[in-house]
Nanobody, 125 residues
Framework: QVHVVESGGGLVQAGGSLRLSCAAS????????MGWFRQAPGKEREFVAA????????YYADSVKGRFAISRDNAKNTVYLQINSLKPEDTAVYYC??????????????????WGQGTQVTVSS
């Protein structure tokens, strides 16, 4: 059974940092691109960052470029999201997922599946 578990969220002041982790199982992790998304209250889930199977290519939403960094450790079946210089507008539930389809681009949420339950990030001003 495919399974991802996100962790590392919390309450942090603006300007602070967090490191989110996503532990995956049930698939050959190193064969798949992975993505991070977030969903704020009352808003649709949106793309944040993605990484290809080897970690050699990364992709970011414009709103997080220069502040967030995605990485992966295939030996640990884990993908990370380092989030720095947090802003109140970064408050959301953060989700990771496998890229299961390759018909469009890494930025397209419809390419992803096997979602986890998410981890809450709350940034206070």
């Amino acid at each position: 059974q495919v399974h991802v578990v996100e962790s590392g969220g919390g309450l942090v002041q603006a300007g602070g940092s967090l490191r989110l982790s996503c532990a995956a199982s049930g698939r050959t992790f190193s064969s798949y691109g992975m993505g991070w998304f977030r969903q704020a209250p009352g808003k649709e889930r949106e793309f944040v960052a993605a990484i290809n199977w080897s970690g050699s290519l990364t992709y970011y939403a414009d709103s997080v470029k220069g502040r967030f960094a995605i990485s992966r450790d295939n030996a640990k079946n884990t993908v990370y999201l380092q989030i720095n210089s947090l802003k109140p507008e970064d408050t959301a539930v953060y989700y990771c997922a496998f890229r299961l389809r390759y018909t469009n681009s890494y930025y397209d949420i419809n390419e992803y599946g096997s979602w986890g339950q998410g981890t809450q990030v709350t940034v206070s001003s």
